[in-house]
């Protein structure tokens, strides 16, 4: 009966998802906490793109992901080491329930799990922004991994493509790059006249902003013009979740777009 606001992964397991949408009874009262969707920037690509005419304009959709180490990613913020507050015996509860969970939904093998924890755990983000300008991926039509060299991170980089609901193609690349010196996601939508691609910086950098570079013809030649916004797409998710408590206002992500990423 309360409105919640849930870290991704939804679930681990589509027997989850669909448990929730029948405690749900059909009303906007769930979030998935993508907050990149609420980023000015994307706000501002999606609405360009609807000028250009919607998803079916799209040709292709590249996303490349470098993903640096924890350790990289928050270096800036000096946190001292964890607590280990959490009773040992609790935690080890909470791994084993996770570990069932992963067995229902992939079985044993190690590689499987490794590449499901990838998907549900990171790629979720750049499904969650593919639903939101071209729709879920109509297809998978290849899937790749491969380590960063022999004996490097236990993670391998992951390489995905497919065919998108309006007939475009799609690519994601994440890399595995522990330690790359700043993480970095750039998220291109290429068209007939031209191309939105958006770069996004560390989520952890409160406030830093993505850069929305677009590209199209002007007079026969190339003009390219950058957006930018220091408003923290957290605190728009925020703004959002608020609508969705008061006002029943539907979250870009809920139950249903939880269980398309799944």
Known sequence: ??????????????????????????????????????DPAVAEAARLLDDLGGPER????????????GDRQLAFANLPPAPGDVPAGEAARLRAADEALLDAAVGADPR??????????????????LRLFTGAPATVDHVTTWPVRPGGPAEPSVD???????GGRYGIRWLNLPHYPAYRETVTLHHARGSLELVF??????????????????????RRSVFRSVTEAFEQELV???????????????IDGGAADI
């Open 1 to 38: 009966g309360l409105p919640v606001l849930c870290e991704k992964p939804l679930a681990y397991t589509l027997a989850e998802a669909d448990r929730l949408a029948e405690l749900g009874g059909g009303t906007p009262a769930l979030m998935v906490g993508y907050m990149k969707q609420y």
């Open 160 to 166: 995905i493509s497919g065919q998108l609901p309006g």
């Open 240 to 254: 959002a979740f608020h609508a969705m408590v008061t006002a029943g206002a539907a979250p870009l992500t809920g």
């Open 201 to 222: 910086p560390s989520p952890y950098l409160l406030n830093a902003p993505t850069a929305l570079t677009v590209v199209d013809d002007h007079g026969g030649g190339e």
């Open 58 to 69: 799209v040709h292709a959709v590249e996303v490349t992901v470098l993903h640096a180490g």
């Open 112 to 129: 499987a799990r490794t590449l499901y924890r990838i998907l549900v755990n990171s790629v979720c983000h750049d499904l969650s922004l």
